[in-house]
Nanobody, 127 residues
Framework: QVQLVESGGGLVQAGGSLRLSCAAS????????MGWFRQAPGKEREFVTG???????YYADARKGRFTISRDNAKNTMYLQTNTLKPEDTAVYYC?????????????????????WGQGTQVTVSS
């Protein structure tokens, strides 16, 4: 079992930055592939970025260069640094862990591979 709690969301002006955190419970955090997803009003939840248990990182094309994912296994915490934010980045951001330990990194984009979710943190970017 993995429990996840996000923090760090808020209101920011366009061009600004936020650092989101995802604190995980459990001793096996380092063995899970983790991801950040987001959901805007009226839209489906979408993949933002993921970090495999190997440390490899993956990004949705539209977020490359502006968002950076990282993890600190000693602190059981994952981070999302968001820069040059745009109004279209406004959404609830969720962190998630895949269902199985040491899962395939090939499926980091696939929402169905994730079995553990946080409650979400709101990011609002004003123009």
């Amino acid at each position: 079992q993995v429990q996840l709690v996000e923090s760090g969301g808020g209101l920011v002006q366009a061009g600004g930055s936020l650092r989101l955190s995802c604190a995980a419970s459990g001793r096996a955090f380092s063995r899970y592939t983790m991801g950040w997803f987001r959901q805007a009003p009226g839209k489906e939840r979408e993949f933002v970025t993921g970090i495999c248990w190997t440390g490899n990182t993956y990004y949705a094309d539209a977020r490359k260069g502006r968002f950076t994912i990282s993890r600190d296994n000693a602190k059981n915490t994952m981070y999302l640094q968001t820069n040059t934010l745009k109004p279209e980045d406004t959404a609830v951001y969720y962190c998630a862990a895949q269902r199985s330990e040491l899962g395939s990194c090939s499926y980091v984009f696939r929402i169905s591979e994730y079995g553990y979710w946080g409650q979400g943190t709101q990011v609002t970017v004003s123009s």
